[in-house]
Structures are given as C-alpha cells and as structure tokens.
C-alpha cells in the first residue's frame, strides 16, 4: 500500500515548517488530498513535487537538492490580528506572488501604531492589477521586468486603464535563467531556448516574468513552439529553481535571489525587474495608506531586503502615479 504522510511528516521529510508545507499546498506546488479535515499527502504527490526519480531511472543528482527556503512563520500577535480582519473587515488585502517581501512589510507594520492588519492574497501580476481595478483588494506588489527606466509604469497603467494608482517603489532586482551549474547545456540567449536538448520550464500565464518572455520572443520572432517545455508552467521562483536542480528543466526563468537556495545552479542574466507596491491615489489620504508608504521609506524596511541577494535599494520609497 502506498504511504500516505500528514503535513508534519512532509515538513519533517524536507526538513521545513509545517505552515511552508500549507503554503507549497495552497500554492498547488505540492498536490494532496482532503480527508474528512485533514490534509493528507501521498508519496507519489510528495515525489512529484520533489522530481525524485523512480528506481529505473538511470538518473542521478550531481548532489543532493536543499531544503526548501521557509517562508516565515506568523506569530501568535500575528495570527490574532488576522483574525480581528475576518470578524470585524479592519484590514487591508494585498495581492502578489512575492511571500517573502509581503512577510516583511508585515512584520515592520506590525511595530508601529495606528496600522492595519494585512492579508496575503496569492496572486500574479496580471490578477493582482486585475483585483485591484476591480477594488476586490487594497494593494498589488507586483514585478515586471524592464528593458527600460520607466517601462514598469507602463506595464501597470496599462492594466489600469483608467484608474490613477500610487507606484511606490520596493527594489531594483535582476530577472535571467536559472541553469545547472558550469551551464552544461551553453545557454546563453533565447535562442538557445529552440535547441532540440533544451527543456525549459516556464512562467504561468499572467506572471510578470511570462510576460517578459512572451514579449520577448514575439520581439525576436521566434515561435512559442520552439521551445520544448515553452508551456509547462509553475508558479514561483522556488519551484523553478527546483526544477533545474533536480534535472526536470535545463532551464527556467526568475530572480537571482532564489539563487542562494539551490548550490547546484548558475545564472544567465536577462533584464532587470522592478518591485513596486501599486494602490489607488484615493487610499493615499487614508492614514494606514501614509503608514505603508512612511514604513516603506524606512530604514529599518531597507535594511530587511539586504540579505535577499540581488536587491537594490537606493530608490525604495519612490513614488509615481499613473492616470493622474
């Protein structure tokens, strides 16, 4: 009978917090079932996620993958405040892939007076911009990548037609291609993509590195169907990177900061990427809004990106409008 595992299993297996377990699930990184009201996980699911190779497989990992990097966990304070959103609407909702980003802003919120509790809602650029048109939620943290300064504002006005928006600016970071180590494979250009031994692994649909990628081969001519692997998608940096190291994709594409995770990769640079915090100019005269963006400028906020390798931070704080 195939082993079925609890989510403290798993985190005990990947040697990760049992809450970065509930978050790969909710993110559908990590498939598992519903038992009565319990998660349960499987081994196959568990091998899935983790492209562990069956016993036949002449496969073998040059070294051992990482553990997966944790996404912090709430605290007690953290937890009741949440709540106090769901009984009483006193919160903010901000949309976005970038867990980490989102934790710390949090966390900083969280010491100063007259803050709002914020919820996480896990969505991609496009459908962030898109809830926030639609004033389903506060705040979108989006990022796209920038072959030009400016080009960002661009790319968020046009998913808000109409609407004048607050683009306070969080950091500067490098987009490229996650590859293996020594780059085995010489992979050096999107071109390199339609080579018949390349296998990438893409971006969904509506993140802001797909559609870099998009805009980029239709820039180059070059077909979507050149690229063997051009339409498997996964839905963040880590699992990209994943993919890579264990030799399911020779490539994949995301931020360099994710780098420092997995020892078995290299990187080929492509384009920058800007990080920006996106909300409605009418929120700016609510003082929660004043808050976020006062926090933001701190030092204290530009200090907690340091570690994130990659990350520069000498306009964080800078604000533009759009449609103003």
């Known amino acids: 009978m195939e082993k079925i595992y609890t989510t403290q299993e798993v985190a005990d297996q990947l040697k990760i917090k049992k809450s970065t377990v509930y978050e790969l699930i909710k993110r559908g990184e990590l498939r598992a079932n519903k038992v009565g009201k319990q998660i349960r996980i499987s081994?196959?699911?568990l091998d899935e996620y983790l492209k562990v190779p069956n016993s036949s497989s002449s496969f073998q990992a040059d070294e051992p993958l990482p553990g997966i990097m944790d996404i912090p966990l709430?605290?007690?304070d953290s937890a009741i405040r949440q709540m106090d959103y769901l009984l009483n609407?006193?919160?903010l909702i901000i949309s976005s892939q970038e867990s980490r980003v989102v934790e710390l802003l949090r966390s900083q919120l969280s010491l100063r007076?007259?803050?709002l509790p914020i919820l996480h809602s896990y969505m991609n650029e496009y459908n962030s911009l898109y809830s926030l048109y639609y004033e389903k939620t506060h705040m979108a943290l989006t990022s796209f990548c920038t072959g030009r300064e400016g080009q960002e504002i661009q790319q968020i006005q046009s998913l808000l037609p109409g609407k004048e928006a607050v683009i306070i600016h969080i950091c500067s970071l490098q987009a490229g291609f996650y590859i293996r180590k020594g780059n085995p494979k010489g992979i050096h250009t999107l071109k390199?993509?339609?080579?018949?031994d390349i296998r990438f692994i893409n971006r969904e649909k509506g993140n802001g590195y797909r559609i870099y990628m998009d805009s980029s081969l239709s820039a180059q001519?070059?077909?979507k169907t050149a690229i063997s692997g051009y339409q498997k998608e996964c839905l963040s940096h880590m699992s990209a990177a994943n993919a890579v190291a264990s030799g399911a994709?020779?490539?994949g594409i995301g931020d360099i900061s994710h780098l420092a995770a997995y020892p078995q990769l290299d990187y080929i640079p492509l384009s920058s990427a800007s990080m920006d915090l996106v909300f409605s100019v009418e929120a700016l005269s609510h003082p929660a809004f004043?808050?976020?963006a006062y926090t933001i400028s701190s030092k204290e906020f530009k200090n907690s990106l340091l570690p994130f390798k990659g990350y520069e931070i000498s306009k964080t704080g800078n604000c533009a409008f759009v449609n103003r």
Do not use: K, M, N, V
């Open 249 to 251: 994709a020779d490539a």
């Open 89 to 91: 609407a006193s919160g």
């Open 43 to 45: 081994q196959e699911q």
């Open 221 to 223: 001519s070059i077909e």
């Open 74 to 76: 709430f605290t007690a």
């Open 290 to 292: 004043q808050r976020i």
């Open 113 to 115: 007076p007259d803050s």
């Open 192 to 196: 390199d993509l339609c080579r018949p």
